[in-house]
């Protein structure tokens, strides 16, 4: 096992604008459990949602097109690690379909590379890697002992929403039965409460234009998260994050009575817990302020 | 004594496309429910995934003026749990390209107020228009 | 020495006219006996307004380029486009800023981007298009307006974009932006502007308007350039 992964990163668009505290604490934790992210130098958007039809390629272009930039990196011997790590769950899953679609059919393959005839040809050597898969590489137990300050009482609803365990072949763990994040926040000393609403759909893009149906959905997770035990929520979804926080604001319009409960990163109770300072946790960029139940346990 | 159900000319062909689109074997489902009773958006919908598949394989056009194909989220939830393994959110997204490729669009990308630009991320609006527009 | 100019084929919109080789696509056209009232402009590859669509002889690409730069190969097919029709919304740059929202609502199609890079085969000018594209989804819209810096708007990208983004019109709102709101102030030109406001140059230009020719063009070429 290498002491320090050195790996490509593509954070994806979200990532750069409204949750640039997702990818601040991410690199900065992963500083401190031997994970150094390398962005790739050149990048694209990865379309967000994977073309399910038999014959669209075209919006397979873009991931490819990322993939060629890390085959590049790899060859250039800037990382020592030759996958591709991605923190949010959209781009996770996006990018490792249409990576599995062209690995399987070489014709597909041959059509992208054929199109992208600008650039080096994807050679298929690049696999994706969630950075939850890449902390139980490294071990949770490891993790676990670099944690300075345990989150001690905090109870945590584990948010996988859909992108993260569907379908069966891109998923990170067990479908319908997943651990990985409650092994996470176990990890980090903070405490995995069993819920139901775990991996419901938080409506994803509705909140464009139809924000009711992003509403009742936000509304019915977060308080299976309060009936369940929990005081906050993590996720690794830029898009559930702004559905599940910040529209809450919504909610409280429809519903006076609603209890807000703060949404979190799971990257930011990281860098918490490692005891990074506050511009690497970036509690600002948070819609409801989770700075009263983190002063509650005492953890700024 | 059952009868067979015999499809129109164009109901047949429609299936055709569909399953040609969506890769799926449609007439394989078996109309067990799964894919209604889990999906978390059938509240919102006109008629239920299931009846999408149904409509489909019987080669019912008017599946295409249903609600249904533009609320599915493509969740996956179906996906998982089909007892005959079939994809439904395949089969929506099929439903949904076939009017999206007569150039129809499905939102209005020009709606975007300036309050709400300033609020949404990119994520939510890219997903968006490549869900709902052609 | 005309008689021995070499001449190629070319086909102006489908039709076949012989033109001298080492001819650019406009000095065929006009050799051809057109008479350009639009799609044509400076002629030295500055304004953009030329834009011309050919294909070359056994290829099967269709390339875009400037009338006024590219030169004309025998069996060329080409074509003006002297105008696109493309969305121009109106805007007062004072109430707009500097971030990924803006294009949100101003120019939405930007997130319809699928980063074919069609755009960039596309350019005449050779400016990395769906980079600057990609630059504003991510929220970077100093990169956009630089990487954009060399367009001239002759408009080829929306014309072969698949998303129909309209990658001109947006990098000139990018650099507008730019250079409203994130370019580095220079403190230096308010305090000179103070200064010509107030007239300490009044005198010197006085005395300049009154000079002879001769003495002007000796000031202008003596003159002193300090490189800080």
């Not at chain 1, 959209?90 to 393959?109: A, I, L, P, W, Y």
């Not at chain 2, 939102?107 to 527009?133: C, G, M, Q, W, Y």
């Not at chain 3, 990487?147 to 698949?162: E, M, T």
Request: hydrophobic share 35%; glycine share 6%; net charge negative.
């Amino acid at each position: 096992m290498k002491d320090n992964i050195k790996i490509p990163y593509f954070p994806g668009c979200t990532l750069k604008t409204t949750a640039k505290n997702f990818e601040i604490s991410a690199i900065e934790a992963g500083k401190k459990i031997g994970i150094e992210m390398v962005e790739l130098p050149k990048w694209n958007c990865c379309g967000v949602v994977s073309s399910l039809t038999s014959d669209d390629l075209m919006k397979h272009m873009a991931p490819i097109r990322n993939f060629v930039h890390a085959e590049e990196m790899g060859e250039q011997g800037l990382v020592n690690d030759k996958r591709m790590l991605i923190l949010c769950s959209m781009c996770f899953n996006t990018m490792k379909s249409s990576n599995k679609r062209v690995k399987g059919n070489s014709e597909d393959m041959k059509s992208i590379n054929d199109f992208m005839y600008l650039e080096k040809d994807y050679e298929g050597t690049v696999d994706v890697v969630h950075y939850f898969e890449l902390m139980k590489e490294i071990g949770f137990d490891k993790i676990a002992e670099k944690i300075t300050k345990p989150l001690k009482d905090l109870k945590i609803a584990s948010y996988y929403g859909c992108m993260l365990l569907r379908p069966k072949d891109i998923a990170i763990d067990d479908t319908e039965a997943p651990t990985i994040i409650e092994d996470f926040v176990s990890s980090v000393g903070a405490e995995p409460i069993a819920w139901d609403a775990m991996s419901r759909c938080c409506g994803s893009y509705h909140t464009v234009n139809n924000t009711d149906i992003v509403v009742n959905l936000a509304k019915g997770i977060i308080e299976n998260a309060r009936k369940s035990g929990a005081e906050a929520i993590i996720t690794s979804c830029p898009l559930c994050a702004f559905n599940l926080d910040n529209r809450q604001k919504l909610i409280l319009e429809k519903d006076p009575n609603f209890k807000t409960m703060p949404v979190f990163y799971f990257t930011q109770l990281l860098a918490i817990a490692l005891g990074l300072e506050e511009e690497f946790i970036g509690l600002d960029g948070n819609y409801i302020d989770p700075r009263p139940l983190l002063k509650e346990k005492n953890l700024i | 004594m059952p009868k067979k159900i015999k499809l129109t000319d164009n109901g047949a062909e429609f299936l055709k496309q569909i399953e040609k689109l969506s890769g799926e074997t449609i007439t394989m489902c078996d109309q067990c429910g799964t894919c209604s009773g889990g999906c978390p958006f059938v509240e919102e919908m006109d008629i239920m995934p299931s009846q999408i598949m149904r409509m489909t394989m019987l080669g019912q056009m008017e599946v295409l003026d249903s609600k249904t194909m533009w609320i599915c989220a493509s969740c996956f939830t179906c996906t998982v749990r089909c007892p005959r393994l079939l994809d439904v959110s395949k089969v929506s997204e099929a439903l949904r390209q076939t009017k999206l490729r007569q150039a129809i669009d499905n939102i209005n990308i020009d709606d975007i107020s300036k309050e709400e630009a300033e609020e949404l991320p990119s994520i939510a609006v890219v997903s968006a228009f490549r869900k709902f527009t052609s | 020495m005309s008689d021995t100019q070499e001449m190629v084929n070319v086909y102006i919109m489908g039709e076949s006219y012989m033109v001298p080789d080492g001819s650019t696509i406009i000095m065929a056209f006009e050799y051809a006996g057109f008479q350009l009232k639009k799609g044509v402009g400076c002629r030295e590859g500055y304004c953009g307004a030329c834009a011309t669509v050919y294909r070359e002889k056994g290829d099967y690409k269709l390339k875009g380029g400037l009338g006024c730069q590219t030169v004309v190969t025998d069996e060329m097919y080409i074509a003006q486009i002297p105008f696109v029709p493309a969305e121009k919304p109106i805007y007062d740059i004072d109430d707009l800023q500097p971030d990924t929202s803006t294009f949100m609502e101003l120019y939405p199609s930007v997130f319809r981007c699928v980063s074919c890079n069609t755009c960039t085969k596309a350019c005449p000018q050779d400016i990395q298009v769906m980079d600057y594209v990609q630059a504003i989804i991510k929220g970077d819209i100093a990169g956009a307006a630089d990487i954009s810096f060399d367009c001239i708007r002759c408009g080829l990208c929306a014309l072969r974009c698949p998303a129909e983004i309209v990658q001109f019109n947006v990098a000139t709102l990018a650099q507008r932006l730019y250079g409203k709101y994130l370019s580095p102030k220079n403190e230096q030109l308010n305090i000179r502007v103070k200064e010509v406001e107030e007239g300490k140059y009044d005198e010197e230009i006085k005395n300049m308007k009154n000079m002879e020719d001769r003495a002007l063009k000796d000031l202008y070429f003596n003159r002193e350039i300090k490189i800080s």
